[in-house]
Every structure is written in structure tokens, then in C-alpha cells.
């Protein structure tokens, strides 16, 4: 089997490919386990480095993803998995319209048309995302019966994408499965585009040392999920039967509600005798209603009963941030 995995010199992405050399093989399109003999990382930029275990496993391949024929090259063989990560995020996507239709809406199609060409139909997981929900009627808690009603750009593209997500697996295209996913956290390196790169970053620069301004006030709540989660998360996703989701293709993945205080008031208590850098706060008007079209919570049943793995508290995940990252 070839896996494919666009975004994938991100950071979601470099952790899927570590995982699954670890696993070393995924069900494919005969519903049988087949072995990973190739993993290709996609993106629009070569990283300076690959962790030090991917060094020889995996192809990095660098590209447009709108290019029909480089896709077309990328998402070929007798066995393919593809996971869609990639993604203008969603600060980014709001200020440049333009681009946020190229590379979510319109690459987004051209890699469904690829994978639509194999021979056999190939599972492919998407990563849909919980901006899918907003609007002037939103409930407290949003579930997978929510109606989605973005109020971004970027919640906008990925409500398309999960709609035709759905109508491709539909006709038979591909085995196609979405994960709507909630503010993933601690991201480490350099903060991103991304509206909610605050919930890392009131994390990742104070244990770094580094005095930390949030752009939001204590009271804005975020359903958040820890990367090791996510990445077990996507591939639990790829291995479920395809008659376990049914025609509704996308699913939201566990997430736990946390307000912007009570992460500050996490840091505090996980940092222990650690010295780390000030937070304090100032807040971006843009940002913030940006945020507050998103839902503060999210309920999660499907994910529940189909034994999708789920964080249980928030120190759990700054623990392990400190674990994988800091202490490292």
C-alpha cells in the first residue's frame, strides 16, 4: 500500500507518518490489512528537517495542490490511502478569500478527482473542522446532527468539501470519511495562521520561557483535543468498516470544552516549579469574532460509540506537550 498524505510536512502530518511506519500496514480497499511499503508527504513547502524517524522512511513531494497532473502521478497504484490535511487555515483563509477557494475548495475537488481515477475506490480521510458550525442560531452544544452553518471562509470550504466527501462515496468514486476536529493542541514551533493558534500558544512560548499576550478575554470557551489523540483519531477513522458511518461521512471527534482562563490556569498548575514566562492580554477584535462564531462546546455520541479515542482533561494534554516537546 502507498499512503498519501497531503499537508503532510505539517505538523499532524509528520505525526501520522511516524505512526503509521510504526503500525506498518491499514486496511485497504479489499477490506483486508495491507502493508505500507510507501509514504508520500505532501506539501506546498519543504520542511528545513524530518524528525529523525522518518529520515529515509517517507518521500516528501512539493507541489500545488490544485496541480491535476502532479495528483494525478501522487495518487496512483493498485493500493492507495490518502489523508487530505492540508489547508489554508482559518485567519489566513478570511483575509485572503481567493486563496481559501484555490487551495481548500478547488484543491480540495482536484484531489477527490484524482483518487476518483484509481482502479479500486481507496479510502480517503479528510479533516474537516468544527467552524463548520456557527450562525446567529447556535446552539450551546453542537452535535453531529447540528446543522452547518459557517460563518468563515474557512468553515465555509470545509462544510463543501464534507458535502461532496459524502456524494462521492456515495457514487462509489472513493471510500471517503471526514473528522470535523476542534481546536488541536499544544502545537509546537512557530504559531500559525490559525485563529485558535492562541490555545498553543498560552501553552507552548510560556514553557518555553517566553511572556505570552492572548488575544482573546478568559471567557471564550474552545472544544479542544490533544494531537496524540488526533492522530489516533484519523487512523481509527481510516480502519472503521464503511458501513459504520453510514451516508453522513464526516464525524466530529471527541473534544473537551476549556475556557481561555481555566488553559491559563492548566499552565500554572502542570508547569509545577517550572519557571515560565508571563501571560497577560490584550484583545484582537478580529480574533475574537473570529472565535465567537465557533461553538463552545461539542458533543461528540457517534465518535463514542464507534471507540474513538478522547482526551479526559486539559493537564493530560499540556502533560504530554511537556513530555513529547519540552522536556525533549
Known amino acids: 500500500m502507498k499512503v498519501v498524505i497531503t499537508g503532510g510536512t505539517g505538523f499532524i502530518g509528520l505525526l501520522l507518518a511516524?505512526?503509521?511506519?510504526?503500525?506498518?500496514?491499514?486496511?485497504?480497499?479489499?477490506?483486508?490489512?495491507?502493508?505500507?511499503?510507501?509514504?508520500?508527504?505532501?506539501?506546498?513547502?519543504?520542511?528545513?528537517?524530518?524528525?529523525?524517524?522518518?529520515?529515509?522512511?517517507?518521500?516528501?513531494v512539493i507541489g500545488d495542490v490544485t496541480d491535476a497532473a502532479l495528483l494525478g502521478r501522487l495518487v496512483s497504484g493498485e493500493s492507495v490511502a490518502v489523508f487530505h490535511l492540508a489547508s489554508v487555515v482559518s485567519a489566513g483563509a478570511e483575509q485572503d478569500f481567493d486563496l481559501a477557494l484555490k487551495v481548500n475548495l478547488h484543491g480540495g475537488l482536484a484531489l477527490f478527482e484524482a483518487t476518483r481515477a484509481?482502479?479500486?475506490?481507496?479510502?480517503?480521510?479528510?479533516?474537516?473542522?468544527?467552524?463548520?458550525?456557527?450562525?446567529?442560531?447556535?446552539?450551546?452544544?453542537?452535535?453531529?446532527?447540528?446543522?452547518?452553518?459557517?460563518?468563515?471562509?474557512?468553515?465555509?470550504?470545509?462544510?463543501?468539501l464534507e458535502l461532496l466527501v459524502a456524494d462521492y462515496t456515495r457514487k462509489g468514486f472513493f471510500d471517503g470519511?471526514?473528522?470535523r476536529l476542534p481546536t488541536v493542541?499544544?502545537?509546537?514551533?512557530?504559531?500559525?495562521?490559525?485563529?485558535?493558534?492562541?490555545?498553543?500558544?498560552?501553552?507552548?512560548?510560556?514553557?518555553?520561557?517566553?511572556?505570552?499576550?492572548?488575544?482573546?478575554?478568559?471567557?471564550?470557551?474552545?472544544?479542544?483535543?490533544?494531537?496524540?489523540r488526533v492522530v489516533e483519531g484519523l487512523i481509527h477513522l481510516h480502519e472503521l468498516p464503511r458501513e459504520a458511518?453510514?451516508?453522513?461521512?464526516?464525524?466530529?471527534?471527541?473534544?473537551?470544552?476549556?475556557?481561555?482562563?481555566?488553559?491559563?490556569?492548566?499552565?500554572?498548575?502542570?508547569a509545577g516549579?517550572?519557571?515560565?514566562?508571563?501571560?497577560?492580554?490584550?484583545?484582537?477584535?478580529?480574533?475574537?469574532?473570529?472565535?465567537r462564531t465557533w461553538?463552545?462546546?461539542?458533543?461528540?455520541?457517534?465518535?463514542?460509540?464507534?471507540?474513538f479515542p478522547a482526551d479526559t482533561n486539559i493537564d493530560s494534554i499540556v502533560r504530554a506537550y511537556i513530555e513529547d516537546y519540552v522536556d525533549r
Open 18 to 60: 511516524q505512526r503509521l511506519i510504526e503500525r506498518g500496514s491499514l486496511t485497504g480497499a479489499s477490506g483486508r490489512a495491507e502493508a505500507i511499503d510507501k509514504i508520500v508527504l505532501f506539501d506546498v513547502m519543504r520542511p528545513p528537517s524530518l524528525p529523525a524517524p522518518l529520515e529515509g522512511r517517507v518521500e516528501v
Open 118 to 160: 484509481l482502479p479500486r475506490p481507496a479510502r480517503l480521510v479528510f479533516t474537516s473542522s468544527i467552524a463548520a458550525f456557527g450562525g446567529d442560531k447556535l446552539p450551546e452544544i453542537v452535535t453531529d446532527e447540528t446543522k452547518p452553518t459557517p460563518k468563515t471562509t474557512y468553515g465555509m470550504t470545509k462544510v463543501v
Open 177 to 179: 470519511r471526514g473528522a
Open 185 to 228: 493542541v499544544v502545537r509546537p514551533g512557530k504559531p500559525n495562521a490559525a485563529a485558535s493558534g492562541f490555545a498553543s500558544g498560552v501553552f507552548r512560548e510560556p514553557l518555553s520561557g517566553i511572556d505570552y499576550v492572548l488575544p482573546v478575554g478568559p471567557d471564550i470557551s474552545m472544544p479542544l483535543l490533544g494531537y496524540r
Open 245 to 270: 458511518l453510514g451516508h453522513d461521512r464526516t464525524i466530529n471527534f471527541p473534544s473537551i470544552a476549556v475556557k481561555v482562563g481555566e488553559m491559563v490556569e492548566s499552565l500554572k498548575r502542570v
Open 273 to 291: 516549579n517550572r519557571k515560565i514566562g508571563a501571560v497577560s492580554s490584550a484583545p484582537n477584535p478580529a480574533i475574537e469574532a473570529i472565535c
Open 295 to 307: 461553538p463552545g462546546r461539542a458533543a461528540a455520541e457517534r465518535a463514542k460509540a464507534l471507540g
